[in-house]
């Protein structure tokens, strides 16, 4: 395995979790929210969580272009360097 598969499988992983959580997050913020409880300081818990997976989400998407944009410059260098000479013995 070479540096820009290794690279580009933990971006994949990272990515897929953090989406995860975000939706996780996002489901249980609605479901605080919505919750037929009289009590607003719960209900405003709810929204709280929806308002940080809105931003986490902003931010995962953010984070995975940052990603890509390393993952191509390293397939880029990767591919442009030339293998390094083999020694000729006489």
């Known amino acids: 395995m070479d540096i820009v598969q290794l690279i580009r499988d933990l ?11 975000f939706l996780l997050t996002w489901i249980i913020g609605w479901a605080i929210k919505g919750s037929p409880i009289p009590s607003s300081k719960i209900r405003r818990v709810g929204q709280g969580l929806i308002e ?4 986490g989400a ?9 990603f890509w944009l390393i993952s191509y410059i390293s397939s880029a260098i990767g591919n442009v360097l030339p293998k390094p000479p083999v020694p000729e013995l006489p």
Not at 11 to 21: E, P, T, Y
């Open 11 to 21: 971006i994949g992983k990272v990515v897929i979790i953090s989406w995860m959580l």
């Open 52 to 55: 940080d997976a809105i931003w």
């Open 58 to 66: 902003f931010w995962v998407a953010i984070g995975t272009s940052i």
